[in-house]
């Protein structure tokens, strides 16, 4: 499926969901059925102090990570979208999965504030191209629309 269809797919299936845990849960679900090469999908929570780990598929994860810390910690507390191609190689990046080779994390801002990030990995290098992340950029913009309502 292309881009547009599969964004068309998660909105209906975000706009169904009772609560923000399940379009959290479905959408970490969604993220690992419809992207190949992927070993975890999903969310860090911020507390209002830190990021604590919300739902997500993918083998056990560290539960809290300090703003500025790891990839996750970078992308909260600059709003901004982190792409590291080559996790090894990269000082500020913290081992969950000892798979991971490459990783892309979206910060997920709703009305202003810091909800949390919804972070990706692979275990291949390199494989966040741009399509790719525009595609979670969107999809990150569907679940404030859906969370924000
Ligand atoms: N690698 C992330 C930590 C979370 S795990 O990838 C699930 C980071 O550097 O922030």
């Given amino acids: 499926m292309k881009s547009n269809e599969l964004l068309q797919s998660a909105e209906a299936l975000l706009q169904i969901q ?3 845990t ?4 479905n959408a970490s679900a969604f993220i690992m059925d419809t992207l ?15 990021l604590t780990v919300g739902p997500f598929q993918g083998k056990v994860a560290c539960a809290t990570i300090e703003l500025g810390k790891g990839v ?9 979208t982190r792409v590291v191609d080559d996790v090894l190689n990269y000082s500020n990046h913290i081992a969950c999965d000892s798979n991971s080779r490459s990783e892309v994390v ?4 709703i009305k202003n504030q810091l909800f ?7 275990p291949i290098l390199s494989r966040f191209d741009s399509e790719t992340v525009s595609f979670l950029e969107q999809f990150t ?6 969370i924000d309502i």
């Avoid at 979206?106 to 801002?109: D, F, G, L, R, S």
């Fill in 18 to 20: 009772p609560n923000a």
């Fill in 22 to 25: 399940s379009i959290l849960a």
């Fill in 36 to 50: 190949t090469e992927l070993n975890w999908a999903g969310f860090y929570l911020y507390d209002g102090k830190k």
């Fill in 72 to 80: 996750c910690g970078e992308s909260a507390s600059t709003r901004t």
């Fill in 106 to 109: 979206v910060p997920i801002i």
């Fill in 116 to 122: 949390g990030v919804l972070d990706v990995d692979s």
């Fill in 141 to 146: 913009k569907l679940l404030v629309k859906t």
